[in-house]
């Protein structure tokens, strides 16, 4: 019951209870009746509002007041109440006392009798023939939070929650029981109120307005949906109106900061010139010759630590406001939200706006009306600062620290070319993107006649983007008179859908029949516009004037359009017999018009048994066993997640030509084969589920089983060279998917005062490239040696890490000489026995003496071997306490900056490069010398174990029952996210994917923004 029930009931139950107390002492007189008084509260001590008190002897009969209060007329000292409510056990104690007090246990059957919201309708949960999980939202509002994909992360068996980078503004790889393709999305379907693809980015949903969300892993639950399905589904439903009577409002803020959470452990200035001075000690003394000069630290004022130069602590603030209520034939919910969230690296950040109303009619017994409207407004000013990746030149973590702030060039490095530092670049560069998204449904529902519901909802979805981007001429890599550099891009998207089903329920006896159809039709399209001008004149107008260009040479337009269009029809078919054995079976037609004109179409089906044990007769009366389900699954999805257009022959355009009579000519030619027989990637999944709960729901465990595989990959192949096309799209290839889910839940401790709940969740993922057409491998991400780091290769996993054996280095001339027979190591240069001193060495896998392709190999998967979450809360009074641990067991991990600073001759250098091999200092080591030139080969060395264990969030609050007749409680929290990370992992955090948005790879570190570390303190209050 919700709190606005509580409010709109309670005056009746007072004056009601009143009434009966008048009753009662105008007969006390002719009687012995006497008055009992007391409270019903639940497991939490809260007060339940409208339970039933009666006393067993004469039937009478009270209900508790808004304080779970009760006043009752009892007969003798004998006499016994009883006190019961919707999801507890009924409960009987004698009225021997003048105050008699009831604590309220929930029922074994209370958890099965949620309603879990699923494709096109909801459920019971113990109905549930799929696959489906569900996120528990209380709370939510007062974790330091943005968006509901952070608060996700750990808390779904099956669910790979991970962010691009740190960057507030950063988008969330979500990946639901692994990868499967390899060029299209592995991005789930989101589907907001019912409508697909409601939002561009999850992030826009406020975590506050969010009453329920679902998970669809497997087949049976996701086919529904088909091609949309292919890679799983979540399902937000928000907040609407309930109870009755007074509107209800809340209002919550948080305030708080963000820092960073790590630090890497770099040399300082000393550290790094006395590296410096190896580096020229070590040339000359394996030549034979004496060092030239030293550098001396005095002769340097700077000693900068770079990235607290770009770092600051960042402050946070969101509030949200909502109303709600609800009247007989009326219920309306709406809420307005406020977010600011700085960056920690300076001149970043995000500002949201969001609004939503939701709103149902009843008009008639058999028409109601639904209107939900949403729209966000977001200002992100994305990071400018370049952390390390692939810039060796200007990366904060690759600078040395003898470089000041603002300084042009590198005092070690004679005629050094000039560099942006990432101060300047922070303080220089101005870059910003306005996005605003609103999405419109309208559903209509009726009800002719019982157990049939016609529905069709109606949506309009609509996004803008437009970002700009500017460098002024004053960036210290600009020479005089070259002129500043702007760029404007711009980007709308506007879909329409419908969705139309007509669903019947019918049940005879102990057979259960629903049965549901429908149509859907969806169309999206999209247009850019992209300028770029090189060589602006001013500075004064930036980007508002983008035609002042010294040549018009330095002057790109590009543009684009894209569209879509989706029909299909669907239908799904359950029947339970005593709630004992179910049966679901589910079929969907989709046609894309992404695809050839003859494959647009295609059929995906899927089935689902389930047998609820604990219905049987031999099970029925153990009492230990509150719950034991075992369910069966196999169904087929597609994924047509690609470009627009990509079946037919693409062409573009150039103006590059010679000018005939003062105009020069235009030219379009072809750039892509067509692929007339493009059609589906398609995924069949089988899933095995046993689900089961002991000792009244206080302990329950799930455990499932799956495996997918997907084939007729969307790929791009090579064609032969006659076509004079490199490559064309085809379906090709093949991937599997196998896995382990585990959740265990647990009430450890029901008392008045004090609780205890535990949820823990396991997963394993295994994931394999079974074939991939007529390539030995396929590279996707290269190392600067042009050798492949990440890539697919069949009989290895999606994400596979490749690389060379790293063998040490060569510590004496006679190891060399040794090695120019054996052949047992190569090196990427040739060396003479005195110069490989210190230089590293790799297995020679084919003892052909030189590098090369013939010599990588696999290293490891990203993938952990487990992952999950375990979540703790405790209830001591009013005081709650939350805290949840996240962690990931296994996998590896490039550190990518490695790549330039382990021997590096310019790049600053991790701490652990100080015990560097060194001919008198450290002449035992492994680690290459100082200056090395083979800085730019993938291999061992620079692979980590990518385990960690985060304290994710802890959660403190205390909650004030006001009761008031304008105010109901206030809640006062203190929360932190991100608080604690233990990893052996030496960059910023193992938990990060910079390429996930593009492709299927995950846990890649390419100069990743960095996590922060965040405290909150909040309150929230309700009217």
Request: with cysteine.
């Amino acid at each position: 019951m919700t709190n606005t029930q509580k409010y709109s009931t309670g005056i009746v139950r007072i004056a009601l209870q009143a009434f009966i107390l008048l009753f009662c002492l105008s007969s006390f007189a002719q009687n012995t009746a006497r008055i009992v008084k007391g409270k019903v509260t639940d497991e939490r001590g809260e007060p339940l509002i409208g339970a039933v008190v009666m006393c067993v002897e004469n039937k009478n009969a009270a209900l508790t007041d808004i304080d779970g209060n009760f006043y009752i007329e009892v007969t003798s000292s004998s006499a016994e109440i009883e006190a019961s409510f919707l999801g507890y056990e009924t409960m009987r104690l004698p009225a021997d006392r003048d105050v008699v007090n009831f604590e309220m246990k929930p029922s074994a059957d209370n958890t099965l009798d949620d309603v879990v919201v699923i494709g096109y309708g909801t459920t019971k949960k113990e109905d549930l023939t799929g696959s489906v999980a569900t996120l528990d939202m209380k709370g939510i509002d007062m974790t330091p939070v943005s968006s509901i994909d952070q608060a996700m992360q750990g808390k779904i068996s099956g669910v790979d929650i991970m962010s691009t980078s740190g960057d507030p503004s950063a988008g969330t790889s979500i990946r639901i029981r692994g990868t499967r393709s390899i060029t299209a999305s592995n991005e789930p379907l989101i589907i907001v109120n019912g409508v697909m693809d409601a939002v561009e980015d999850i992030k826009d949903i406020d975590p506050a307005d969010i009453k329920s969300l679902s998970v669809l892993k497997d087949a049976s639950a996701t086919a529904i949906y088909g091609s949309r399905g292919s890679n799983g589904v979540i399902i937000i439903t928000t907040k609407d109106g309930s109870g009755s009577g007074k509107i209800k409002v809340n209002l919550s803020a948080q305030c708080g900061v963000s820092m960073l959470a790590r630090k890497l452990d770099l040399m300082d200035k000393n550290e790094f010139i006395q590296y410096r001075n190896d580096y020229r000690f070590i040339d000359a003394f394996v030549v034979g010759s004496s060092p030239s000069a030293v550098y001396d630290p005095n002769d340097y004022e700077n000693n900068t630590d770079w990235l607290a130069s770009i770092t600051r602590p960042a402050p946070y603030s969101s509030v949200n406001l909502s109303l709600s209520g609800s009247e007989k034939n009326h219920q309306y919910y709406a809420s307005a939200n406020f977010t600011d969230q700085e960056g920690i690296i300076k001149n970043s950040g995000f500002k949201r706006v969001s609004l939503m109303f939701n709103t149902r009619r009843q008009f008639t017994k058999w028409l109601s009306l639904r209107l939900s409207i949403s729209g966000s407004f977001r200002i992100e000013k994305p990071n400018n600062a370049i952390i390390g990746g692939t810039d060796n030149a200007g990366g904060a973590i690759y600078l040395s620290p003898v470089i000041g702030p603002y300084d042009r060039n590198n005092p070690l490095i004679e005629n050094s070319a000039p560099i942006n530092t990432p101060v300047a670049c922070i303080e220089l560069i101005e870059k910003k993107k306005n996005k605003f998204s609103n999405t419109d449904a309208l559903t209509v529902t009726l009800t002719p006649v019982k157990g049939l519901k016609i529905e069709s909802q109606n949506s309009l979805i609509l996004f803008q983007m437009h970002q700009y981007n500017y460098w002024p001429s004053t960036m210290p890599k600009k020479t005089e008179k070259e002129g500043a550099d702007a760029q404007r891009i711009e980007g709308d998207n506007i879909g329409f859908s419908t969705e139309n089903t007509v669903n019947y329920k019918i049940g005879v006896r102990n057979h259960n029949f629903d049965v549901m159809a429908g149509f859907s039709a969806q169309q999206k399209s999209g247009n850019s516009l992209s300028i770029k001008a090189v060589g602006l004149v001013s500075d004064y107008l930036k980007w508002n004037n983008m035609n002042a260009v010294t040549s018009k040479e330095n002057y790109t337009v590009t543009s684009s359009a894209s569209k879509v269009v989706r029909e299909s029809a669907f239908a799904r078919f359950n029947y339970d017999y005593a709630s004992k054995y179910y049966l679901t079976v589910t079929f969907r037609a989709d046609g894309s018009s992404n695809f050839a004109a003859n494959r647009k179409w295609g059929f995906f089906p899927s089935a689902a048994i389930k047998w609820n044990a604990k219905k049987e007769n031999f099970l029925k009366n153990e009492h230990w066993l509150s719950a034991l389900d075992l369910r069966l699954s196999y169904g087929r999805t597609g994924n047509d997640s690609l470009t627009s257009f990509r079946a037919i022959q693409a062409y573009e355009s150039t103006t590059d030509s010679y000018l005939f009579d003062g105009v020069q000519g235009s030219s379009f030619y072809p750039v892509r084969l067509s692929s007339p027989d493009l059609s589906w990637e398609k995924t069949d999944m089988f899933n095995v589920a046993l689900e089961a709960s002991f000792i009244h729901d206080r302990i329950r465990i799930l455990a499932e089983y799956y495996f997918s595989r997907t084939s007729d990959l969307l790929l791009s192949v090579k064609t032969i060279q006659s076509t004079g096309y490199k490559s064309r799209f085809e379906n090709l290839g093949i991937t599997r998917n196998s896995g382990v889910e585990f959740t265990l839940e647990t009430r450890n401790i029901e008392r008045r005062k004090f609780g205890w709940n535990t949820v823990i969740s396991l997963s394993h993922n295994s994931q394999r490239v079974d074939d991939i057409g007529q390539e030995s491998y396929v590279p996707m991400i290269t190392a600067p040696s042009g050798y492949m780091m990440y890539g697919y290769k069949a009989g290895y996993p999606l994400n596979s890490l490749w690389g060379f054996e790293y063998a040490g280095v060569f510590k004496s001339a006679e190891e060399f000489d040794r090695n120019q027979i054996t052949r047992t190591y190569a090196c990427q240069q040739s060396y003479t026995r005195n110069t490989c001193l210190g230089r590293p060495k790799y297995t020679d896998q084919d003892h052909d003496g030189v590098i090369s392709m013939n010599d990588l190999v696999y290293l490891g998967n990203a993938d952990p071997v487990v992952y999950g979450g375990v979540q703790n809360d405790f209830y001591i009074g009013k005081l709650s306490l939350s805290v949840f641990l996240a962690y990931s067991i296994g996998g590896k991990i490039y550190n990518y900056s490695e790549i330039y600073m382990s021997g590096g001759q310019t790049a600053n250098q991790y701490r652990y490069m100080k015990e560097a091999w060194h001919p008198e200092r450290n002449p035992d080591s492994d680690l290459p010398r100082a200056g090395h030139s083979q800085t730019t080969l993938p291999c061992t060395l620079l692979v980590h174990d990518a385990s960690f264990l985060r304290l994710k969030n802890v959660t403190l609050s205390y909650r004030f029952d006001i009761r008031k007749t304008w105010m109901k409680s206030v809640t006062l929290s203190l929360s932190g996210e991100n608080l604690f990370l233990w990893t052996k992992y030496n960059g910023f955090d193992p938990d990060v994917s910079t390429e996930s948005e593009d492709s299927a790879l995950r846990r890649v570190d390419l100069g990743a923004y960095p996590k922060s570390r965040t405290v909150t303190a909040g309150v929230k209050v309700n009217f």
